[in-house]
């Protein structure tokens, strides 16, 4: 019984993480279902669905065609679609039916790039794991698929690797971050997860390095260390002491080529004993909600936890993985901490400790998207300034 | 790495032959891995003297997820990696997703990146009934695929139905057919009978089994007939095989 949600709501799902990665990349993403997946992308999991031009579609798989496995016509469903667009790449992304019953996506993939000479991936999505499992296996398929053998790098130019909206939210945060790494003497080659096109990212070969957003960039960040020499980072620069030390962090990374899992490099340690936190999210946003809480406002002891994968090299002693709601519950409950950083449905959870409110759309999907809330440098500090006690603020 | 799916007519002697080949490959010298794939889970054991393996799908219907191979496989003569997938609760579930599961668990645990046998043998059951029990013949597991049988009729209609299946793959990029092993049952004119069958669905015969009370005379001993006398007919026979399989022997 440890599983079951009695607060909280199902989180986004493995296909919806894939298809969010993949959407604006101008390629036909196909989810092998009756519909209600395809729909649950759509309407709850990715903001930017409404008034797009972006392709994707159900299979309208149906109770006979899973039975007695008759997958031609999905077949000539897509290679109708094909035939009909210009677009650049077709994506095969399962669901629970294909799951149970086997579907072979890549042999699918094999018959649909042989008869329309268009690149296929596929991802076998089972709508048991979680968005980020979806995501990952999205970029990883992008760095594997489409990116340029090119030994020319392009001067202080980065790659932003896991912007989707299911973690960095709906208030335009590409355009934010770009700006912010602009203002630091960066140009960005593309934007991986968030609105960047194909031609965009297949350039991507070129950076000097990789800024992982958040956990589902990082299996496709090293990929690109290992076959493209490109070290990496991760972190959000959220805080005032994040924006002060970006420039020099991203520099000493070029420079040195080895990947960097922390943004800030003030000495965590010395901190003020200001406080205690625990922060529910992405672990690599959480990470950087943390350093923001050590740094700029003199916290002694913050934990990240995530109900979503979490990597043990970005991990310290005393984070968590949460498997249930229990699980954040019981946490809580057992610590002692000043203050909670995470998304608004978990308050019932947290009983009377202060929550400051950070949407998560992978767990509240449309509730808050609409909220605009800006955290990239500067306005992460004002932002958590507003629910701190005044002897946090330093 | 060579991967070779065994498929054949229920009853028709699949496990005893696949055991047999693994025996007789690892006699030869190479390192073997046999996976059977029916629920029944009996394919290994005789190549681990009677010892049961657990079975995947038991494995994880009790602990729901499995951390280490050392929980599923056991290894059985002359080094045998035996892995069972089982299959579900009797007369419940999905015994071809179960085979899926199976798969999906081995790859996680990087099973043939560890054990790095020259040979996997997938024991599978009867029919490519569904997408569970086509799985070892995708892209990335089995290379080829032998069938066994017999010259009675209805184990040539299931070598048939096989036939049909894997010419239904043939755009899918899925394993090829090596040829047929003819187990015989000693019914009139069977080699006639197996051998125009082979020649109309164009396919070598790759060895011939006689009928021979010693396989179960071993069988009984929870051993193969290659564990029990190496030197005896059917162990040459099976040996023979095994050296065509492994590209050392000549073709029948």
């Known amino acids: 019984m440890d599983n079951i949600s009695v607060f909280l709501p199902p989180f986004s799902p493995d296909y919806s993480g894939f298809c969010s990665a993949l959407f604006s990349l101008d390629g036909i993403l196909v989810i092998h279902d009756a519909g209600g997946c395809t729909g649950n992308f759509t309407a709850y999991d990715e903001p930017r669905w409404f008034g797009s031009s972006s392709h994707v579609y159900s299979s309208g798989l149906r109770e006979i065609d899973a039975v007695i496995g008759d997958d031609q016509f999905f077949i000539e469903k897509i290679n109708k679609i094909v035939r009909e667009s210009d677009n650049r790449f077709v994506a095969l992304i399962g669901s629970p039916v294909p799951t149970v019953i086997g579907t072979d996506f890549k042999a699918l993939a094999h018959i649909i790039r042989t008869s329309t000479k268009v690149p296929v991936i596929t991802f076998d999505a089972n709508g ?41 939210g709906n208030n335009d945060p590409e355009r934010s971050l770009c700006s912010f790494i602009n203002d630091a003497g960066y140009t960005v080659i593309s934007c991986w997860g968030g609105n960047s096109k194909i031609d965009a990212i297949m350039q991507s070969g070129k950076a000097e390095l990789n800024l992982v957003v958040s956990r589902s960039g990082l299996a496709a960040a090293r990929y690109m260390e290992e076959k493209y020499g490109i070290p990496y980072v991760t972190g959000v620069p959220i805080g005032e002491s994040a924006a002060k030390f970006f420039s020099v962090t991203i520099s000493e990374c070029i420079k040195d080529s080895k990947s960097r899992i922390r943004l800030n490099n003030l000495d965590l340690d010395k901190s003020k004993n200001n406080g205690t936190a625990c922060i529910v999210a992405d672990q690599v946003i959480g990470n950087s909600l943390r350093e923001c809480l050590i740094s700029d406002f003199g916290f002694s002891d913050v934990i990240v936890c995530s109900f979503f994968e979490m990597d043990s090299t970005l991990s310290i002693p005393g984070d968590v993985h949460l498997n249930s709601e229990d699980g954040l519950e019981n946490l809580i409950s057992s610590g002692s ?40 440098g500067i306005e992460g500090s004002k932002y958590l300034k507003k629910y701190l006690n005044p002897y946090h603020v330093t | 790495m060579k991967k070779i ?37 009996d394919s290994t054991i005789n190549l681990t003297n009677g010892q049961r393996v657990t079975p995947v799908m038991n494995y994880l219907r009790e602990f729901h997820s499995c951390s280490s191979l050392d929980e599923i496989s056991l290894v059985g003569y002359n080094g045998i990696v035996c892995v069972e997938a089982g299959g579900p609760i009797p007369g419940l579930g999905c015994a071809g997703r179960g085979i899926i599961t199976t798969f999906n668990t081995l790859e996680s645990l990087q099973a043939y990146e560890i054990f790095k046998p020259d040979f996997v043998l997938y024991d599978v059951l009867g029919d490519v009934v569904c997408g569970g029990f086509a799985m070892p013949l995708r892209e990335g597991y089995a290379d080829e695929v032998i069938i066994v049988t017999s010259g009675e009729k209805m184990s040539l209609y299931a070598a048939n139905n096989i036939k049909k299946a894997l010419d239904n793959f043939e755009n899918r990029n899925y394993a090829k057919l090596k040829g047929l092993i003819m187990n015989c049952r000693n019914i009139e004119n069977e080699e006639e009978i197996v051998t125009q069958f082979a020649k109309e669905i164009d396919s070598p015969i790759i060895g011939n089994i006689p009928r021979s009370s010693s396989i179960q005379y071993w069988e009984e001993r929870n051993m193969t007939p290659i564990q029990g006398d190496v030197n005896c007919i059917i162990s040459c026979s099976f040996l023979e095989i095994a050296s065509q399989i492994a590209g050392t022997g000549k073709e029948n």
């Open chain 1, 128 to 168: 048991i794991d979680y968005y980020d499992v979806g995501a990952s296996s999205a970029f990883l398929a992008i760095a594997k698929n489409f990116i340029l053998e090119s030994g020319e790098k392009i001067k202080n130019s980065v790659n932003i690797i896991g912007a989707t909206p299911l973690d960095l």
């Open chain 1, 337 to 376: 901490f000043d203050v909670i950083v995470g998304d608004p449905l978990i308050q019932p959870l947290i009983g009377d400790v202060k929550l400051i409110p950070f949407p998560h759309i992978a767990i509240s999907s449309r509730i808050f998207w609409n909220d605009s809330l800006q955290y990239f």
């Open chain 2, 5 to 41: 799916a065994i498929y054949g007519k229920g009853g028709i002697g699949k496990s005893t032959v696949t055991s047999s080949l693994s025996a007789a490959l690892s006699v030869l010298g190479y390192r073997v891995m046999q996976i059977g794939c029916d629920p029944k889970a």
